[in-house]
């Protein structure tokens, strides 16, 4: 299974960004897919997830209400729509994937569950 995270870029304050993960080598409807940061001088911290039927979703409170995870299980492929960013959202984006449970939740946000997949980053920078 390869993940392949896009559309990062700069952005000034208030800007949108859609960031896009495509998976191969399986079939997105199997799979979980949770999108992660890193921002510098932190650690890792999750940032969004949505079922494998987009049933549910989650988002972190730093981002609710300003981010938006959807799918699209034809073109293999989630997007993470980024409005309102803020200097603070800087960091280089990951989409990851989980087998078992397919489902999302708070635990796959929090870091509880070991996401079986990664992808190389993509990196966001919002700047003055």
């Known amino acids: 299974v390869q993940l392949q995270a896009s559309g990062g870029g700069l952005v000034q304050p208030g800007g949108s960004l859609r960031l896009s993960c495509v998976v191969s080598g399986f079939t997105l409807d199997d799979l979980a897919i949770g999108w992660f940061?890193?921002?510098?001088?932190k650690g890792r911290?999750?940032?969004s997830c949505i079922s494998n039927n987009a049933g549910s979703t989650y988002y972190a409170d730093s981002v609710k209400g300003r981010f938006i995870i959807s799918r699209d299980n034809a073109k293999n492929t989630?997007?993470?729509?980024?409005?309102?960013l803020k200097p603070e959202d800087t960091a280089v984006y990951y989409c990851a994937a989980l087998r078992e449970p397919p489902r999302c939740s708070r635990y796959m946000v929090l870091g509880v569950y070991a996401m079986d997949y990664w992808g190389k980053g993509t990196q966001v920078t919002v700047f003055s």
Do not use: A
């Open 45 to 47: 911290e999750g940032v």
């Open 37 to 41: 940061r890193r921002i510098p001088g």
């Open 78 to 84: 989630v997007y993470l729509q980024m409005n309102s």
